[in-house]
């Protein structure tokens, strides 16, 4: 078995849906308040290895659809890839039945179906998989639960194979008492990720208003509809 290289380079696959609901299941934050760039780099000084890129992936509602959640999207987006970090934005798609009044996500009295970002965890294996193929990281690390990515686990041991090295897949995630789910992705190392951790990761900056000043009181509770989850 080839030996472990001495400083493994890491990059980062950053699910953002699956990486809100759980901060939120964990820990009960209302929004995505993460900042992936030192989420991923904390993890990464913690195991010992050397970060290279970061890539961020998630679904957005159309400015028609949810205005809303799609200016937030815009500048959160806007100010990671300024961070270097590499974006990946999918159209969401919303069941039939159109809009609503009132309940979960509701703003000023409409709300939006949750929707489906169609395809995310499919980029995400095929990015996983082709970095790979190019030796760009020796450790896949993954911040996402969707065991939807269990088959690119098997497929990475493939390779490692193929080229006679050491390779890793580990996936990362909020956890706490509060979690319903504590289990990473099958076949992979997990790591979970602790309040105290996460909370040293907070971006300063909250999107939810143009200036990025607090919300107003009516706002501060709202949340984010599970857009991102997979069908």
């Known amino acids: ?15 953002g849906q699956d990486l809100f609901h759980a901060a939120r299941e964990s820990f009960g934050y209302p929004y995505p308040n993460y900042d992936v760039v030192c989420l991923a780099r904390t993890v990464c000084m913690r195991q010992g290895w050397r970060l290279g890129e970061v890539h961020f ?20 987006m806007q100010v990671m890839q300024e961070a270097g970090v590499r974006v ?7 069941r039939q039945g159109g809009r609503g009044q009132g309940g979960e996500g509701a703003r000023g009295g409409r709300r939006t179906l949750p929707g489906q970002g169609k395809g995310i965890d499919i980029r995400i294996a095929l990015d996983i998989v082709r970095l790979a193929h190019e030796r760009a990281y020796d450790v896949a690390l993954v911040f996402s639960q969707d065991q939807a990515l269990t088959e690119v686990a098997t497929e990475l041991r493939h390779i490692a194979a193929a080229q006679q090295r050491w390779l890793k897949i580990a996936s ?31 971006d300063p900056r909250d999107y939810r208003q143009p200036d990025h000043e607090a919300p107003p009181a009516h706002l501060a509770d709202l949340q984010l509809p599970p857009g991102g989850q997979q069908a």
């Open 88 to 94: 990946h934005a999918r159209p969401l798609r919303y």
């Open 172 to 202: 990362a995630y909020p956890c706490s008492a509060d979690s319903r789910n504590r289990r990473g992705i099958d076949r992979t190392d997990w790591i979970r990720i602790e309040r105290a951790l996460y909370d040293r990761c907070l």
């Open 57 to 76: 992936y998630t679904g957005v509602p159309s400015a028609q659809d949810n205005p809303y959640w799609h200016s937030f999207w815009r500048r959160k």
């Open 1 to 15: 078995m080839p030996a472990e290289p001495q400083e493994p380079r890491a990059v980062a696959f950053v699910d």
